[in-house]
C-alpha cells in the first residue's frame, strides 16, 4: 500500500495540475508543459496504469515473518524465600533458551489459584509450570483443559496423592501432555528428618507439628513426618491451622501442652509465620527456648528456626528450567518419567542451635548448610 501510494500521489498531482493549463489565462509556462497537449482522456489512462503497476509486487519483497518468542507463564501459589529462589533458576534456564518468562502468584489465596492460572492463560504460553500440588489440581481442571498448553506440574511432594495427576497417570505415557517434576526426594526425606530431630534432641518426648488439613502439601508432609517420629517412640501433637491468623494461637496451645519441639513442614501459612513460631517458642515461662525444626531451609536460614532437611529449590528450579528447554526443542511432556533430586540436605542455624542449648552432631557437618546467623526479624 505504502508503495501504491508513493507511486499513484504524484501522477494524481500532476493530472489536476495539467488540468489547470486548459484555462485561457493560466500561467504561460504551464502552457508550454508537454503534457498539456495530451488529451486528458489518455491522461486518465495514464494515471491508471500507475496505479495498476503500483499493485505488483516487487520481486525482491520480502513478505514480513514473525519474531515473536515462546513463552514459559509460571504459576505460584504464594511467594516464599524457597520460591523466589525457584523463580530465579528456572527463569535464567528458560531465557537463555530463547523463550520469554512470565510469573504470577496467588499470594496463598486458595480463591486466587483459577484466577492467577486464567492470568497466565492470556498470555498463550507455550508451556504453562503449575507450582505446587493445588496450583496443579487447579490448573488440570476439566473446566481450563481445553484451554492448557503443554504442562509442567513442578514442586509436587506427592503426585500420587494430587488426584488431576493420577487421572491422567503418574507414570508415563500420560494421558495428557504433562510432565512431574517432585520436590520429594527419592531418599526417604522423613526417615531422614526423623532421625535427625532424634538425633539433635535425644531426650526429645513430645513434637507439635504445625498444619493445613484442607492443603495437600501440607498434611502429606506433616502425616508423613509424624509417622516416623511416632516410630522412634516420639508423641506427636497435631497442630491443626485453617489460615495464617490461626498459627499464633495453634502455636502457644502446642507449647502449652508440652512440645519440646515444633515442626513446620510444606505448609505456606506456617512458613510465612516462622518469625513469629520462633518467637512464641522462646518466651515459654521456665523453659529455655523450644526448638524449631523446618522443611523449608529458609526459615532456618533467615527466620530463626533451629534446624531442619530441605531439597534445594533453586537446583528444583534450574531443573524445571531445563525440562521446559527439552519440550520446546520438541520432547514430549506426557513421556518423560517423574523427576526428583537424590536427596535432600540437613541445614542448621549455628546461633539458634546454641540459644536453644543445642549441638550440631558431628556426622551432619560433613554436608550439612551451616548458617552462621539467623534470627528472626
Known sequence: MERLIAKALPFGMFLAYSRLTYEKDGPKCLKSLCFRNIPFFLRLAIFAAVLIGGCRPSENRQ?????????????????????????????????????????????GDPSRFQTSVKAALMRKPTILVSVGS??????LNPQLASSLPKV??????????????????????????????????KRDIYVDSAQMIKDVVPSLRKVGILFNNAEINSKTTALSLASELKKLGIEVLDGIIFGEGDVEKVTRNLLLS???LIVIPHDKFAIKKAPMVVKLAGEVPGRRPVPIFSLDDGTVRKDG??????????????????????????????????????????????????????????????????FQDSQPK
Open 305 to 370: 528456626a533451629a534446624f531442619g532437611m530441605s531439597v534445594s529449590y533453586g537446583r528444583l528450579g534450574k531443573i524445571t528450567g531445563q525440562l521446559c528447554g527439552r519440550i520446546l526443542k520438541g520432547e514430549n511432556p506426557a513421556d518423560m518419567p517423574v523427576i526428583a533430586e537424590d536427596h535432600a540436605t540437613a541445614c542448621f542455624s549455628e546461633k539458634a542451635m546454641e540459644i536453644c542449648g543445642l549441638a550440631i552432631p558431628s556426622q551432619y557437618k560433613p554436608q550439612a548448610q551451616i
Open 152 to 185: 509442567v506440574a513442578s514442586c509436587i511432594n506427592a503426585p500420587a496423592k494430587v488426584e488431576a495427576l493420577t487421572n491422567i497417570g503418574i507414570n508415563p505415557p500420560r494421558k495428557l501432555p504433562v510432565a512431574i517434576v517432585s520436590d520429594s526426594p
Open 134 to 139: 493445588q496450583v496443579t489440581q487447579t490448573a
Open 258 to 260: 508440652g512440645a519440646d
Open 63 to 107: 513478505l514480513p515473518t514473525s519474531t515473536a518468542k515462546p513463552v514459559v507463564a509460571m504459576v505460584f501459589p504464594v511467594t516464599v524465600d524457597a520460591f523466589v529462589e525457584f523463580r530465579t533458576e528456572a527463569e535464567a534456564e528458560i531465557r537463555a533458551g530463547g523463550a520469554d518468562f512470565a510469573w504470577f502468584s496467588a499470594e
